[in-house]
Structure formats: structure tokens, C-alpha cells
């Protein structure tokens, strides 16, 4: 039994070598697709800075406006230029020079969040989740998303017009959050 | 003839053994007999059989990319002969499907048919169900409409939730961080490839064992052991086809499957919903806010399936069985509950007043049911366009979508102009521009003309009206500077009560002809036709003398519109709006550019903003296209030109 004869051994090596030629046949050709399976793990994606608009088309009155973010857009083998990528909300309190800005994103499941002019809450459709003007949620912790509204920087950037008139830009970072977390967590 | 037949029988028996094959397949024991009840396995496999064969087809038809998804189905839906049909049968099978699957799955349990021997053909059958829910949800997204953009995008944003690997299995499943044409290669790849390989892989096995272990027979018998072949396949058969005649019903009453708008990822979709059959793990997750929606989401769905899978082991003995139909009956009446709970979340407001207690309540489901009634409108417009004659561009649907004044003029309007100006068009207005009352845009509070109808020969009429000129829906607006000017005066003294009776037929006549002059101007495509006719083209030659000059001799007050206005080579810039084209496309567009500027009214311009007064297209508030889009909406100018003639648009 622990003498192994010529012809057992002859056998092993047919078995050890049956399988590997076998499994190398097959997973070559399965490892070629996993590879591309799995690439878009490694791709990163970045957060484009975006003109929003001019600082003039936002009164100080503390009231929310949408803006739409174009940039733009590439997927997969397109270039689309000057897409609509998303929305924001930027509100302006009386007084203040800077706005604040909101992703339109829900960070529950990504959805959209609405705002109806004259209404005193942002409203996601899909879960209805409800959150303040300042952003944070109605029901605190008891509310369907986990975080309230996500922030996005914002910065103004002064511009000249060929008429010598100065206007403020209004920029945005667009950043794409991740959703459905405690923590505002950029997407990678 | 009989003869040859049984040669080649002969013939093939030798070879593959073709006559025992059949006999095994035709002659399976069916223990008491044939009956109505075990019909529901081979329905299943009749459902699947169904799907393949559409599916194939429909693929074949298909192009998998963000430009052609939505356009390819159209393409089957709405002009390939019978595509409606396929692609119904496609859909209302899939619905068929999961219901076949729970009733199969309940009398499966019910019966205790799971028990030794056949726990393995039971774990197999759980696989099977998994894999048909996989299905159904991949092929939610294909047609790349609204409905399934939004619903899957939610899915998908719900699974990088899931415990470690969430955001990577989300981006492997999408194919990247955002939806695109890597998505809908994926998602085709698993729903025509992957998923039902996998389904014949495993349904082999299981009918295979069903065969191994015989039929799970129902105690007590009603009568003497059968064979399969004929009772039972004829029941089998019928039952086949009572699923396809109900299946049928739907589809032909639907008119195929649904096909919302093109998916616009960066429109809001307030409906976004799953199919019925996952509405439940929907309003499931409500009952989870915040940190717990794991629980909802992962942990209690993933304790009942693994459960359900164990079954047939709980299920040896007596009170296990009893846990196991008890389990049933709480999954199946939970998923009942929960999703009767859901339609009547989105469908309150259909069926109750607003009150102070149900507000929030009441304003989401109303919320909900107008998004999808803007939807409908959307896909609407969206297929009739595709079915002009400019047909879709190379772009895809969406550059369609974006390029309608109907369909983006409204959101325009309400974003840019609406918090000054109303659009409220008078019934005679709906008519003439075949205007749906949904596309009025009402400012309770405007301080500026109401803009429904610019341009028409009602708007012109209006403002040479004496009662009308001063309104709040023409210069009569709250705060107006022009309640008491120049125009208002004119209007009065030279068409109102000073008029004498004798003159009043010839001024009734002239402020016709000058109507039908200024309407030409404005050369709205609906109107071409008519100012096109002989007589009207006289009135509007004598319209324009009359401007010219010719209307200081009929009017008591001595003046024509030249004293003030420029028209054409009469008249001078300076005092008041050119005449000149008078809310012609490119005079609308110059005056939303810039209203301040000499051509219009200069100085005394009140308080409209100028949207685009630099060149440099960097420094305005709107570009040409926008503004373009908002004038022709004003217009009425989106018309669908199929036969080369300009006619509103039904709804």
C-alpha cells in the first residue's frame, strides 16, 4: 500500500496532470473576461468643477432655486459635452454674499429632491423622506435617509465682461456621494 | 406512408434510442390520476419556454447602448408589425411568471412536498426562483425608459449598501460609477445570457430529480394510478393555455408594455416604482429609516430566504412543517400587506380630501400621481416625435427630448419667467393651440402680462381692445408703469367711445385689417395657411397702410401707429416697441435678450431682466437655444410637421 508501483505512480501523474491541463483550458479563457469583468473597479472617478450660474440670478431671500450642473459627460466610448449631470439647490440668506449648496441627490437611494416654491422642506419622492431648507432632516433620526442633504463646496469667482462690467460666477464642486451611509462619503 | 415513418423512428431508436426516451417522458406514474392541481410545474416550465422564445426575437430587434435602448424598443413597439404583441407577451409573462412561481412555491410547502427525498430538487427550486427574480429585475432597466432608469438606479443604490463589498458590487452590476452604455451591456448580458443559461442549467437537474423521485402525490387519491401521457399533459396543456389566453387579455388591453419617456439622468422621475411584484421590498424599507435600512434592506430578507431554503429540514417533523406553512403564510400575507400598503401610499390622494392631519401624506401620493401623469404626457409628445417624419437623431431620443419646446418650454417657463408672468390660456386659447389645461402655469399674483397666446390674432385684437388693452392679463398687470401711458391712451381715444357711430364699422374694419397685419408679423407656423389666403393677404396690405399712416384718417384722435412705433422703413426707434416683425421668433428672442435695449423699450423698460445682453455667451443667464425653446412654447410652435402641413398637436 505505501509502495507505490510504477503504475499507480503513472496513474497519479495522469490524474495531476489531466486536471491541470484541464483547469488551465478553461480558466485562462475565464480569467481573460473576469479581468474585464471587474474593471470598472479600477477606475476612479473625479468630481468636475462646474459654472453654475451668475450670482445675480440668486436673490438673498433665503428661498432655494435649482439649478441644473452641465458638464461634460463621459460614458464608456461618448463624449457628450454640456450635459446635464445633475441639479442643485442653491439658496442665498438674506445678507449673504456666498450661497449654499445642495445636492439634488437624495443620500438615501439617489433619487431626486424636490422642492415645490413656497414650501418651507425639501421633499424626496421615493421614500418621502423631508428635509429642512438648512438641509438637515425633519425627523432627525427618525427619518428614512441616514444624513441629511449633502453640501457641496461652493466658490465665487469674479469675471470681467468684454463691457468692463464685473459679475460674479457662482462655481460648484459636483461631488457624487455615496448613498445611503450615516457619513457623507465621496464616491470613488 | 406508415411505413417510412417507421423506418426513420426505427432508424433513430437505433441511434439515440428515441422510442424509450419518449416512453419515459409520456408514461411517468402519476399516482390517483390526473389532476388540476399538479398542473402548476409544467405552466412554469411553458412560462419560461414562452419567455425564451420572445426573448429571442425581441433580441433580435435590441441594441444595448444609452442613444439606441429606448429607441430600439420604440422601434419594436410602436413599427415593427406585431412588436406591441411580442413585447406584451414578453412583459405580462414575466407578471405571470412570479405569480405561477409563488402559487408553485406555496403548493410545494403547503403539501410538505419538500421532505426526503427531494430537499435537493427544493434547494434547486429556491435557486431557480432567485434566478427569476433576477430576471425580472434586469430586464426592469432594458427599454432605458424613466420607469426603469429610476427604479433600478434605486435598486442598484441600494445594494452598495449592502455589508463589504456594497459600493463594488454596485459599480461591477452598473459597470461603473454611473449608469451608461456599460450598463445596459451588463445588464442585457445577464438577462439574455447569463440568467437563463443558468435557468436551463438548473431547471435540467430539477426536472430531472422530479422525474428520479415521481410525482408528490396528494393525499387522499381520487381515483386509479395514471400516466402522464394523455390525462395529465392535456390538463397541463389547457392550464398552458388559460396562462397565455390571460396573459393575452393583458396584452392586448395594455396595447403591449408600457414605454415611458427616454431615461434623463438628470430629470427627476417622482414615480420611480418597481414592478408590483417587488413593491413590497419597496414599502418594506420604509419601516427602516436611517442606519437600520440594512436591516430592511439585507439582514431580515436574507433571514427569510435562508429559512425558506432550510425548510425542508425544519420540516421533518410535524411542528416543523407547521413552522414552515405558518412561515408561508406570513411571507405571502406580509408581501399581500406591504404592497397593498404601497399602492395605497402612492394612490391616496385619489381617494381622500387634504386634511391638517394628512398633509404630508396626502401631498407625496399626490406628488406621485402627478409625476406620473407628466410622464405619461412626456412619452406622449416624446413617440409622437419619434414618429414624425424628422424621426430620431443620431443622438438618440433624448437630444429629441431636449430639443422640444412642448416639453422643455413649460419647465423653462416656470424656472425663468414664472415668477412674473402667468400663462393661463382662455378655453378658446386650449382649443386653438390644442393645449391640455395641465400646460397652464399659473401666478396667483403675476406683475407682469399674462404671455398665453403672444403673437395671436387674439393677443393683437386684445391690445387694440379699449376694455381689454388695460387688463391684468395685457398692460394692466399689478404695478404696471403702461396702465396709464401712451398706448392705453391711444387705444382708448382712438377705438373707444369717442368713435362716432357713423365711423364706427370703418375703425371696426381698420383695427382688422391692422389685427391681420401684426399677426403676419409674428408669422406663427399654425397661421401661415390662413394669412396665406388671397382675401386675408388683401386685408393685411390694407392692415399695413394703415399702420403706415392710413389709420390718422379714421381715428377721431388723428394718429396711426408709426407716431410712435417703427414698422418696417415708417416710424422711428425710441418711443415704443419696433412693429417691425412683432413677436416673430427672432423679435421674441431679441426682446427676452434684452427688452432694455432701443429696439424695444428702452429707458422705459419696467422691470423684465435682460437674460442674455452680452456677446460673450459666458455672461449671460440663458443661451439663444434656451431662449428659443421658451419662444417657440410661447408660440404654439411645436408643432409635429408628418405631412409637410403645420398643425397643432393633439394634446
Known amino acids: 500500500m505505501d509502495q507505490k508501483s510504477p503504475k499507480t505512480r503513472r496513474t497519479f501523474v495522469a490524474a495531476i496532470t489531466t486536471i491541470v491541463a484541464g483547469t488551465i483550458a478553461v480558466v485562462t479563457p475565464l480569467l481573460a473576461g473576469v479581468v474585464t469583468f471587474l474593471s470598472p473597479l479600477f477606475k476612479k472617478s473625479a468630481s468636475p468643477k462646474v459654472r453654475v450660474g451668475l450670482l445675480s440670478q440668486l436673490p438673498d431671500d433665503g428661498v432655494p432655486r435649482a439649478f441644473p450642473v452641465i458638464a461634460n459627460r463621459i460614458d464608456a466610448w461618448n463624449r457628450y459635452p454640456d450635459q446635464r449631470i445633475g441639479s442643485i439647490y442653491l439658496i442665498r440668506q438674506p445678507g449673504e454674499e456666498k450661497p449654499t449648496a445642495f445636492t439634488a441627490k437624495c443620500p438615501h437611494a439617489g ?67 455615496q448613498t445611503g451611509l450615516k457619513e457623507a462619503v465621496p464616491t470613488t | 406512408m406508415s411505413g417510412t415513418i417507421g423506418k426513420v423512428v426505427d432508424w433513430l431508436d437505433d441511434r439515440a434510442g428515441v422510442r424509450s426516451l419518449v416512453h419515459e417522458a409520456l408514461y411517468e406514474r402519476v399516482p390517483g390520476g ?24 425581441l433580441w433580435m430587434a435590441y441594441s444595448p447602448s444609452t442613444q439606441t435602448a429606448w429607441e430600439s424598443v420604440f422601434y419594436i413597439q410602436y413599427e415593427m408589425p406585431g412588436g406591441w404583441l411580442l413585447r406584451g407577451i414578453h412583459h405580462y409573462m414575466a407578471h405571470a411568471m412570479v405569480m405561477l412561481l409563488g402559487l408553485h412555491f406555496a403548493q410545494v410547502v403547503w403539501d410538505g412536498a419538500y421532505r426526503a427525498p427531494r430537499e435537493l430538487n427544493f434547494v434547486i427550486g429556491m435557486v431557480l426562483m432567485l434566478v427569476v427574480f433576477g430576471l425580472a429585475l434586469t430586464g426592469y432597466l432594458l427599454p432605458w425608459d424613466q420607469k426603469g432608469y429610476w427604479a433600478t438606479s434605486v435598486g442598484t443604490n441600494l445594494a452598495s449598501q449592502a455589508p463589504l463589498a456594497g459600493p463594488d458590487i454596485r459599480k461591477l452590476a452598473i459597470g461603473g460609477s454611473d449608469y451608461g452604455h456599460l450598463t445596459l451591456t451588463r445588464f442585457l448580458a445577464l438577462h439574455a445570457g447569463v ?88 414599502q418594506f ?95 406622449e409628445r416624446i413617440i409622437e416625435l419619434a414618429q414624425s417624419a424628422e424621426r430620431i437623431p443620431p443622438t ?52 407682469a402680462p399674462n404671455l398665453a397666446g403672444v403673437g395671436s390674432r387674439e393677443w393683437n385684437l386684445a391690445i387694440l381692445n379699449p376694455e381689454k388693452v388695460a387688463d391684468a392679463h395685457h398692460l ?119 427688452p432694455a435695449a432701443e429696439r424695444f423699450y428702452g429707458d422705459r423698460n419696467d422691470r423684465m431682466p435682460a437674460f442674455a445682453p452680452h456677446d460673450n455667451p459666458q455672461l449671460n443667464q440663458l443661451d439663444e437655444h434656451t431662449i428659443g425653446l421658451i419662444v417657440d412654447w410661447l408660440r404654439g410652435d411645436w408643432v409635429v410637421t408628418d405631412a409637410g402641413e403645420p398643425s397643432p398637436v393633439e394634446k
Open chain 1, 111 to 177: 433619487c431626486f429632491i424636490g422642492y415645490t416654491p413656497g414650501d418651507d422642506k425639501f421633499r424626496c419622492p421615493c421614500h418621502t423622506s423631508a428635509f429642512n431648507l438648512n438641509g438637515s432632516r425633519v425627523n432627525g433620526d427618525a427619518e428614512v435617509a441616514p444624513r441629511g442633504m449633502d453640501h457641496l463646496p461652493v466658490t465665487l469667482v469674479d469675471v470681467t465682461a468684454g463691457d468692463g462690467e464685473k459679475v460674479h460666477e457662482i462655481w460648484v464642486e459636483y461631488i457624487d456621494f
Open chain 2, 34 to 57: 390526473a389532476r388540476w392541481r399538479y398542473v402548476w410545474g409544467s405552466t412554469l416550465v411553458v412560462a419560461f419556454l414562452t419567455q425564451l422564445i420572445t426573448g429571442t426575437f
Open chain 2, 195 to 282: 440568467l437563463p443559461g443558468l435557468l436551463v442549467v438548473l431547471l435540467v437537474p430539477h426536472l430531472m430529480l422530479f422525474r428520479k423521485h415521481g410525482l408528490h402525490a396528494k393525499e387522499p387519491l381520487k381515483g386509479p394510478d395514471a400516466t402522464f401521457w394523455p390525462d395529465q399533459l392535456l390538463k397541463d396543456c389547457v392550464a398552458a393555455l388559460g396562462v397565455l389566453v390571460v396573459v393575452l387579455v393583458f396584452a392586448v388591453y395594455g396595447g403591449g408594455a408600457d414605454l415611458t419617456a427616454p431615461a434623463d439622468p438628470s430629470s427627476p422621475y417622482n414615480a420611480a416604482r418597481p414592478e408590483w411584484y417587488f413593491l413590497f421590498l419597496f
Open chain 2, 285 to 379: 424599507l420604509k419601516w427602516f429609516p436611517g442606519d437600520l435600512e440594512v436591516w430592511g434592506a439585507f439582514v431580515i430578507p436574507g433571514i427569510f430566504v435562508t429559512l425558506m431554503f432550510l425548510m425542508p429540514w425544519i420540516g421533518r417533523s410535524r411542528a416543523g412543517h407547521k413552522f414552515n406553512v405558518g412561515l408561508l403564510v406570513v411571507v405571502l400575507g406580509g408581501i399581500a400587506l406591504l404592497t397593498a400598503q404601497a399602492v395605497n401610499d402612492d394612490f391616496y390622494a385619489q381617494w381622500h380630501e387634504r386634511t391638517e392631519d394628512n398633509s404630508t401624506r396626502y401631498d407625496a401620493s399626490r406628488a406621485f400621481i402627478t409625476a406620473k401623469e407628466q410622464a405619461a404626457r412626456d412619452a
Open chain 2, 396 to 447: 438618440g431620443a433624448l437630444s429629441l427630448m431636449q430639443n422640444d419646446p412642448y416639453l422643455q418650454g413649460p419647465k423653462l417657463f416656470v424656472q425663468y419667467c414664472a415668477s412674473c408672468h402667468t400663462h393661463e390660456p382662455n378655453s378658446a386659447d386650449d382649443e386653438l393651440l390644442g393645449m391640455a389645461s395641465e400646460m397652464k402655469i399659473i401666478n396667483p399674483m403675476p406683475t
Open chain 2, 476 to 594: 394692466g398687470y399689478e404695478g404696471s408703469p403702461f396702465v396709464e401711458g401712451d398706448m392705453v391712451t391711444f387705444v382708448r381715444d382712438a377705438f373707444g367711445e369717442d368713435v362716432e357711430a357713423e365711423n364706427r364699422e370703418a375703425v371696426d374694419n381698420a383695427v382688422q385689417a391692422i389685427v391681420d397685419a401684426l399677426t403676419n408679423e409674428a408669422d406663427i407656423l399654425r397661421n401661415r395657411s390662413a394669412l396665406a389666403a388671397e382675401k386675408t393677404q388683401e386685408t393685411i396690405a390694407r392692415g399695413r397702410e394703415l399702420i403706415t399712416g392710413g389709420l390718422a384718417e379714421i381715428v377721431p384722435n388723428g394718429m396711426s401707429c408709426v407716431d410712435c412705433h417703427k414698422f418696417h422703413d415708417a416710424g422711428e426707434l425710441g418711443m415704443a416697441p419696433d412693429l417691425t416683425g412683432y413677436m416673430s421668433r427672432q423679435w421674441m428672442i431679441d426682446f427676452i435678450k434684452n
